[in-house]
């Protein structure tokens, strides 16, 4: 499984690709060194690869921006997009998405019936769908915005706006950041082991330094309100 | 990017690349290592290799280039990585010390709840890097490219980040002692989160 990182300058978001490496790659063992190093490939497995086909398939997620690269990106490595995972309705992580769907006819999966206007494949929390080769397993995590996702897919976890490195996505009321914080404590932080987390802006992180330094997972002391204690001697 | 493939004894940790148990429960770590700095040291782009929980001292990473490789709770001592390309890179939990990342050109990489001591950045390309929950004790990040990288919770004393470009980097609830941030443009910086 190959992952490709482009950064959108409009919204300032992250797009991602995640993209397989092709019928004869996958076959090989990944923890073999010799096996990472083409010039120690023997000649009969390198004239297996080039007779085979190699089927190369990617999905988008949150295409923020589509440009030429990465039109050109997909196009240079053959790849066959076999659909577009959402994580939330918000402007800079769809922009792209009218015109990737002018290219290419893909399903888009999100928690929303319709994102920009167009029609989705609609997906609940904790259902697991297979697109293309990839399994995703979805968490709906509201609070940011009703239609807030994680998806899982093998070991990486992308987490839009929940929840960035060191940070949890902004809410526009204590009830939605409340809301925010039980979803990602029950479903994200409880995963068993660690996780490769790339979110929806900013740098990647793992489950476990999101365990330990995210600011918006800390449990805050309870300030106490001096007007309660007046209150309860009337009690 | 690499795969995670669990440790065969059963403790969960991701077992290093060419082998079946993670770094602690190999037979022997340093010979491991060694193997591992062997591969790296003969080529010029490493892809997707697992070194997690290892130890190299003394080891030159200098001028090459890495992408999706997991160096997670390593220990490097005495490194040198000057002019290397790193992308997608975790180093999550590892400790550093008299390591040099002089005109080094990291994106989109990790080091979460790193320790840091007296090591030096200068000169680098640090975008979208993640020092988030780090340890930076008497290290330079003079004339760095900081763009959109995330101190946050990191502790940071003794450091000076002179002439950087700290436009969208977060500090957020870090804790600064003796640090200088002098001709450097704090004013894109965010230092607190908004209400």
Known sequence: MKVYFHYCLFGFSNCYILGTEGNTHQTLNPFSLEDIDETRRTTSQKAHSDLSFELKEAIIIDPGCIDEKIIDFIERNEYALRGVLITHDHQNHIHGLRTLKKIYDVPIYALNHEVAELKTVLIKDGEIFKVGPFTVEVFSVPGHSADSAVFRVAHLLFTGDAMTSGLIGSTNSSYGAALEVSALRSKILSLPGNYVVLPGHGPPSTLEAERRFNIGLEQKPTTANPSLEYIKEFL | ?195
């Open chain 2, 1 to 195: 990017m690499f795969t995670l493939y669990p440790c065969a004894a059963g403790c969960g940790k991701p077992s290093l690349s060419g082998a079946k148990t993670c770094a602690q429960h190999s037979v022997n770590a340093e010979l491991e290592a060694g193997r591992l700095i062997q591969y790296i040291q003969s080529q010029t782009s490493v892809k997707d290799l697992v070194c997690s929980g290892l130890r190299f001292s003394s080891i030159d990473f200098s001028h090459r280039r890495y992408f999706g490789c997991n160096f997670t709770n390593c220990t490097f001592t005495l490194c040198v990585f000057t002019k290397s390309f790193f992308r997608m890179n975790f180093f999550d939990f590892s400790q550093f010390s008299e390591c040099d990342f002089s005109k080094t050109d990291f994106q989109f990489t990790s080091f979460a709840g790193s320790t840091f001591q007296d090591c030096t950045f200068e000169g680098s390309e640090l975008v979208h890097v993640n020092f988030t929950g780090a340890h930076i004790i008497d290290s330079t990040f003079n004339d760095s490219n900081l763009y959109n990288s995330r101190f946050i919770n990191t502790k940071i004393q003794s450091s000076d980040f002179i002439d950087c470009n700290v436009k969208k980097t977060f500090f957020i609830a870090s804790k600064q002692e003796q640090v200088s941030f002098k001709s450097s443009n704090t004013a894109e910086a965010v230092f607190e989160l908004e209400q």
